[in-house]
């Protein structure tokens, strides 16, 4: 039963890390691409929910932000975090 609670509190833990991990990852790509063409606070302030950024990231992708087909998903969990 121990061992148990042990797997458990351990694989939450490791769930949660990487989860900041990729938060973090996220805003560094953000603060990188999305501050070039008009300023962070546009991103910051724009009111949006999940499927809102995702069409937003693809549109600015097409414009010219730089965010690699491997970086979208943390650049995403990122921007989500900004959801009101
Ligand atoms: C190549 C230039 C360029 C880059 C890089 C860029 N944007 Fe934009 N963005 C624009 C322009 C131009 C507009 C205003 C016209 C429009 O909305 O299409 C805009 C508008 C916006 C808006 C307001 C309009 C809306 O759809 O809500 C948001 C939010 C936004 N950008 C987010 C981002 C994010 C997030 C990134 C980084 C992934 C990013 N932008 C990178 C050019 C850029």
New binding site residues.
Partial sequence: MKKIFGILIGCTFLFSVSSVGAQQAGKAI?ER??G???GLS??TK?N?DDAAWEK??D???K?????APGEKDA?LKY?RTLNR
């Fill in positions: 953000v691409e999305c070039k063409c008009h546009k991103v724009a949006k937003t990231l549109r600015m992708i414009k010219g932000a730089n965010v650049a921007l």
